[in-house]
């Protein structure tokens, strides 16, 4: 999917005569020449570096970014393909005057069938983590806030996310396949925290801008095909060790250490009794998934609060 992206690329940018631009491709596997060689066939104006796979650089985002004089960069993921226009709206939209204090901006999310997919999204809460963790019902992650004027989730109801809208809209994160960042704000904010899983460390990144007074926006006028959609999806009724891998990141660095205390305390809870029931009914497979659980909330507590990248 890297060729259908960049060339998907290269034809939005092909018309926007009225800025320079390049392209970086970050490679995890720096001994895969052939690979190199023919991307630098097709595309020889693009920039390969090697990322570093090792658990200390989980996301490889802070080596393009600390050396970018960009005033915009997108961060994109492999399997994304642009349809027309949708660079240069964002471009447009992110210099306009009124918008200087807008640091990320994303496009609206398309499925490979072209139907709208999730494309903005609410900060996960404690409270729904631990309901979906307990196995009580899959809580939407999304459905922006009241504040922003859309939905609001109840518990228990279906996924509610952001969906695509007839204007910009304000939203707190948005999905990592595909977003402008502008770089002053990350001047102002720092970088990404490259040693965390990238859902987690992007939602802290998200609520870092906020916090500091930038605006996170999908601007659903502009339009990308995400074909890695269906394959990030899971039809399991239990939130993953990944996903709470990342909410415990996310809620670990926020303002509120008590509460997190009490929410890793109740994580630690909920699968001591996840486990208990899964040896009364000898069902090897929960017991050892709520061993997982466990060790990642214990993980979280022991951990310090991690230092922001500048």
Not at 205 to 224: E, I, P, Q, T
Request: aromatic share 8%; charged share 25%.
């Amino acid at each position: 999917m890297l060729f259908a992206c960049l060339d998907s690329l290269h034809s939005a940018m092909r018309y926007a005569t009225s800025c320079k631009w390049s392209v970086t491709v970050s490679c995890q596997d720096p001994s895969d020449q052939v690979f190199a060689a023919r991307v630098r066939s097709q595309f020889p104006l693009v920039r390969i570096i090697a990322s570093d796979p090792t658990p200390d650089n989980l996301n490889g985002h802070s080596r393009v970014l600390g050396r970018s004089r960009a005033r915009y960069v997108w961060l994109l993921n492999d399997d994304v393909v642009f349809l027309a226009g949708a660079i240069e709206k964002i471009t447009t939209f992110m210099d306009r005057p009124e918008n200087a204090r807008v640091a990320l901006v994303g496009p609206q999310m398309l499925n490979p069938d072209g139907l709208p997919a999730p494309s903005g999204y609410a900060f996960p809460s404690m409270r729904q983590i631990l309901l979906e963790q307990a196995g009580a019902g899959r809580l939407s992650e999304a459905g922006a806030s009241r504040r922003h004027g859309l939905p609001q989730v109840l518990p228990l109801a279906p996924r509610v996310r952001v969906r695509a809208a007839d204007r910009a809209t304000e939203v707190d994160t948005l999905p990592s396949a595909c977003f402008a960042v502008r770089m002053r704000a990350i001047r102002q904010t720092g970088l990404m925290n490259d040693q965390e899983a990238l859902d987690g460390a992007e939602k802290e990144w998200h609520r870092r801008f906020k916090d500091n007074g930038w605006k996170v926006v999908l601007l659903s006028d502009a339009s990308v095909i995400d074909y890695g959609i269906q394959s990030a999806r899971t039809g399991s009724g239990h939130i993953q060790p990944e996903k709470l891998r990342a909410a415990v990141y996310f809620f670990r660095t926020g303002p509120r250490p008590a509460m997190f205390r009490i929410f890793c305390a109740s994580i630690l809870a909920i699968t001591g009794a996840r486990a208990a029931i899964g040896w009364v009914r000898r069902d090897r497979s929960d017991v050892q998934a709520a061993g997982r659980h466990a060790r990642v909330a214990w993980e979280g507590l022991t951990q310090r609060k991690p230092e922001q990248q500048i």
